[in-house]
């Protein structure tokens, strides 16, 4: 059962960041969701997909350090793109629409978002995640809502509340600890730092993909310009792996590899797409926005399980106040909402 609530205004109306998932293309369906559902109060079928969801993308990343046990970081991520690329086309193919968008030349607007989230987003990201443990980071991964928060800003598209530009500043001294951290003490060098900092290249990667892509999204189907991104991105990503795919001893792959393929490909990229376009449609983007908190969490609990990982307690303290950092940029201002709400309700009280 669902409660109505009060309006309140905008954040945007009141000079503070909101950052919108509504910009993230595996957000966004198109469709325009009532704001009964999107404030239920019960946890249902939709509950369960989205955390299924969030779960199979935390196991994904250490099922990515397994696949890059048996291959190399740009030959195993060619492969798992083609085959998600694969599968993307499989379905445009018996769709009713096929690969039309709304308007002429959105095709290459798809396209280009595709080379900041695919293209470039993999390069790095594959890259250090073969330097990095899979809990360093999921938690460094995490602070990508920030780097949107900065863009939006800068291309005047939002504004950061107070609250905001104190979440950025705490999760810069929780990174620092965090990455510092994995060799045993506060320890700056570029062998300890290189893979953290591809890693907050590739959330620029993302954030560009995610702001930019609002406009086209307003009006076309999230999963098709998913699929043309996707598509479109792999295809440029294959002459960086041409090298690596060259060298792949296919018949020596052992059969975690193999899984790790397929469950990069076609779980954590195609998969989990569709389940999360059938929880937004349900519920709307910002009650699925929280769910995607859990993530570094879940990923470092099965990087111990699987990996045999163990976060340090510099670590661990680096990513507590790493993830408090990223809620104050995410979600900072409902603090001053609910204070504004208090006054108001004092101030209807005493008159």
Same mark, same amino acid.
């Given at each position: 059962m669902s409660q109505s609530i009060p309006s309140t205004p905008r954040p945007e109306a009141r000079g503070m960041l909101r950052v919108n998932t509504e910009h993230h293309p595996l957000m966004n369906t198109g469709r325009v969701v009532s704001s009964a559902s999107t404030n239920g109060s019960r946890l249902g079928r939709t509950d369960l997909l989205m955390f299924l969801t969030i779960l199979l993308w935390a196991i994904n990343v250490s099922v990515l350090k397994i696949g890059l046990r048996t291959m190399s970081p740009h030959g195993f991520n060619a492969v798992r793109l083609a085959l998600a690329s694969f599968a993307y086309l499989a379905v445009l193919a018996v769709s009713r629409d096929k690969f039309s968008l709304a308007r002429k030349g959105d095709g290459w607007k798809a396209a280009g978002l595709g080379l900041l989230g695919i293209t470039g987003y993999?390069?790095? *990201?594959?890259?250090?995640? #073969?330097?990095?443990?899979?809990?360093? /980071?999921?938690?460094?991964? +995490?602070?990508?809502?920030?780097? @949107? #928060?900065?863009?939006?800003? $800068?291309? +005047?598209?939002?504004?950061?509340?107070?609250? &905001?530009?104190?979440? @950025? $500043?705490?999760?810069?001294? +929780? *990174?620092?600890?965090?990455?510092? &951290?994995?060799?045993? &003490? =506060?320890v700056f060098t570029w062998d300890v730092m290189g893979g953290a900092v591809m890693i907050l290249a590739a959330n620029a990667f993302w954030a560009a993909y995610t702001v930019f892509s609002k406009p086209v999204l307003a009006r076309n189907s999230a999963f098709r310009l998913a699929a043309v991104g996707t598509i479109a991105g792999t295809l440029v990503y294959l002459p960086f792996a041409a090298r690596? =795919? /060259? $060298?792949?001893?296919?018949?020596? !792959?052992?059969?975690?590899?193999?899984?790790?393929?397929?469950?990069? &490909? =076609?779980? #954590? !990229? *195609?998969?989990?797409?569709?389940?999360?376009?059938?929880?937004?449609? #349900?519920?709307?983007?910002?009650?699925t926005g929280v769910y995607g908190n859990l993530i570094p969490v879940l990923a470092i609990l099965f990087a111990g399980v699987a990996l045999g990982e163990r976060l340090s307690l510099l670590q661990a303290a680096g990513a507590a106040i790493t993830l408090f950092g990223v809620y104050l940029t995410r979600s900072g201002y409902r603090l001053f909402e609910r204070k504004g709400v208090s006054r108001d309700a004092g101030g209807a009280e005493s008159a």
């Open positions: 993999q390069i790095v *990201f594959i890259q250090a995640l #073969a330097r990095m443990n899979a809990s360093t /980071a999921s938690i460094v991964m +995490g602070t990508s809502p920030i780097f @949107i #928060a900065l863009l939006a800003t $800068a291309v +005047g598209k939002e504004r950061i509340s107070l609250a &905001g530009w104190a979440g @950025i $500043a705490i999760s810069v001294a +929780g *990174f620092l600890l965090v990455v510092s &951290g994995e060799n045993g &003490g =506060l690596d =795919l /060259a $060298a792949v001893d296919w018949a020596r !792959i052992p059969w975690q590899g193999w899984g790790a393929i397929l469950y990069s &490909g =076609l779980v #954590a !990229i *195609f998969l989990c797409f569709v389940l999360w376009y059938r929880s937004v449609q #349900a519920v709307g983007s910002s009650k």
